[in-house]
């Protein structure tokens, strides 16, 4: 088992979060330099990332109906609570931390599924990845700046942008994972001490290795495929700076 996808993956996975950061902050902090009211700067907010919202929502419901817990009706409007903004909220009936864990991770997991799917049929991402594991670096960015002749890319490309923001678990969703994390901890150790280590990492190495291999093409085309919305928000951002002659600290 190669350790280089897992360093892959890690790398594009801290640079999708501080994009998804920067993102939500400039986001937030453009609407309200337009308007100059919170309550509908939060409004504003949320509506370029409502078909994010609504998967993230409903991945929570369906998979908690599906582990059995009891679900309330699902709400995508966004509230202003002090200086936290809820996007949207799914009520879940308290459970064990099994079922709770994968509740939290189900936006994840649709999410990234969404993503690769749209990557595969609009952006002939089987291409990209086969051009990254072969190190084919001009294929590669063949591949990524050919991503704009794709028909209707703006449209999947605003859909990769809306998923993507909102898929990563929240505080709520990521309650519940320290017992799970600890108790594989201990029990990878208890293997390893046990001699089972290297049997474990060669039965479970290639299915590992192909779905980390994945996971950086998905992520990473994600990473491009925000660029332009960075972009956006930052001249949008920069043109109500100077026009209002107020700026927003972050």
Known sequence: MSWIPLLGLAGTLAVLLLTERWIHRHLQGTM???????????????LPLMPGILLHEVSHAVVAKLLGARVGRVSVRPTLAGERIRLGFVPVEETDAVRASLIGLAPLITGSAAILLIGYLAFDIGAMQQALIQ???SSTVRSLTGM??????????????????TMLPSESDRRSWMPIVLFLILAGAIAWIAGL???????????????TRWLVVVYGFTIVADSPFVLLIALVERIATRTRGVRVEY
Request: aromatic share 12%; net charge negative.
């Open 32 to 46: 309200l330099l337009l308007t100059g009211d919170r309550e509908l700067a939060v409004v504003l907010y949320a």
């Open 135 to 137: 190190a084919d670096w």
């Open 148 to 165: 704009l002749e794709a028909r209707d890319a703006w449209l999947w490309l605003y859909l990769i942008f809306a998923i993507s923001n």
């Open 197 to 211: 280590g290297p049997a474990i990492v060669n039965r479970i190495g290639q299915p590992v290795d192909l779905a």
